[in-house]
């Protein structure tokens, strides 16, 4: 194969050349969650050449979104496009020559399978410790490497998981932290430099992985704190003996069949799960007559008349073809459920 220019800076570091280059070509890389994270490694990996780049996310784009989710612009936020494909509609541009799959749903116990065959490396963008946990079972029981990684505020941590090699997630968390607990980009912000250098950091060992490179992997948890110029590598040694999920093969995550509903991070909404035998334009047509609300091929979307959020401003509704739904302007799980059964049934 013989590369164009455009990669001839990449070919020409040691430990990658047209071996390297072509091993990148020929690499499928999920990026699961396309947010401030996802968007910088989906940048970084589309300009590096990653031949097949798989896109995923539930959510829209919105204006709090532009200061740090470099793959989105104003008009992006303005018709509320889902992230995963205003992501590939943009890397499309920037490099024609791979090719970019965007799903825009919730990864679940019920999906994974399917959205992740044959993918060679998992990186985390993700808001959310329960599909972490997921996408940790996911990678030990396919033995896939994956990029582990959470920011917020100026602090991140990134951890690199090769399966059989490295300690999972489990080892050194055994328990997502209970939901509700924990600071997130709502209560404590995020700066998007973090973001830089944690995605940085993935996309590296993503390129060591795919080139070969895997001895420079370094087995360790980088904890940063940029705001006040701290950084620490945590040795990890060995997988923990007695690990629920890479020494018991437990996968609990992976094996859950209920899929609940959650309150999306850094945002007034609830993401309900999809339902089955879902009509789309017979949806729409019956909100219709409860709001004002415009349908696509592919979605739902709109305000109803009667249902407020606690500012006064009107519910707003987002629906996909698969009977997903994201309920903006409350975060009380009851309450979108209830509406959801409302206007659209069960
Ligand atoms: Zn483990």
């Known amino acids: 194969m013989v590369f164009s220019d455009r990669y001839h800076r990449q070919r020409l570091v040691d430990g990658i ?37 798989i896109l995923i996310d539930r959510d829209i784009v919105e204006s709090t979104n532009l200061q740090r989710q470099v793959l989105f612009t104003e008009e992006d936020a303005s018709t509320q496009e889902p992230k995963a494909s205003a992501a590939a509609a943009h890397l499309a541009k920037v490099n024609s020559e791979i090719k970019i799959t965007a799903h825009v749903e919730d ?11 044959d993918v060679n490396v998992i990186v985390d963008g993700l808001d959310n410790f329960n599909t972490r946990y997921l996408l940790n079972d996911f990678a030990v029981k396919t033995n896939t490497p994956f990029m582990f990684s959470g920011v917020i505020a100026s602090q991140g941590n990134v951890m ?13 968390f055994p328990e997502p932290p209970p939901s509700g607990e924990q600071d997130t980009c709502d209560t404590v912000g995020v700066l998007a430099p973090a973001i830089g250098i944690a995605a940085s950091c993935q996309c590296m060992d993503v390129i060591k992985f795919l080139t070969g490179n895997q001895e420079k992997i370094s087995k360790t948890l980088l904890t940063f704190d940029l705001w006040n110029s701290e950084s620490n ?5 060995e997988p923990v003996e007695n690990c629920t999920c890479c020494k018991e093969l437990q996968f609990e995550f992976l094996t859950a069949t209920t899929i609940e509903p959650t309150v999306l991070c850094g945002r007034l909404a609830v993401s309900l799960p999809c ?33 407020e959020s606690a500012d006064g401003s009107a519910i707003k509704f987002l629906c996909f073809h698969n009977g997903r739904a994201i309920i903006h302007g409350t975060d009380d799980i009851k309450r979108a459920k209830a509406i959801f059964e409302r206007y659209v049934g069960n």
């Open 275 to 307: 339902i089955e035998n879902f009509d789309l334009q017979l949806t729409a047509t019956k909100l219709k007559e409860h709001g004002t609300f415009e349908c696509s091929e592919t979605m739902i979307r709109g305000e109803f008349n009667e249902e």
């Open 17 to 53: 050349g047209d071996q390297g280059q072509l091993a990148i070509s020929n690499a499928t890389v999920a990026i699961v969650g396309v947010g401030a994270l996802g968007c910088m490694s989906a940048s970084m990996l589309a300009r590096a050449g990653v031949g097949h780049i």
């Open 160 to 172: 690199t998981i090769i399966p059989g090699s490295t300690p999972c997630l489990r080892c050194l």
């Open 233 to 237: 590598r945590l040795g990890l040694g």
């Open 107 to 117: 990864l679940t116990s019920r999906n994974i399978h399917h959205l992740l065959e």
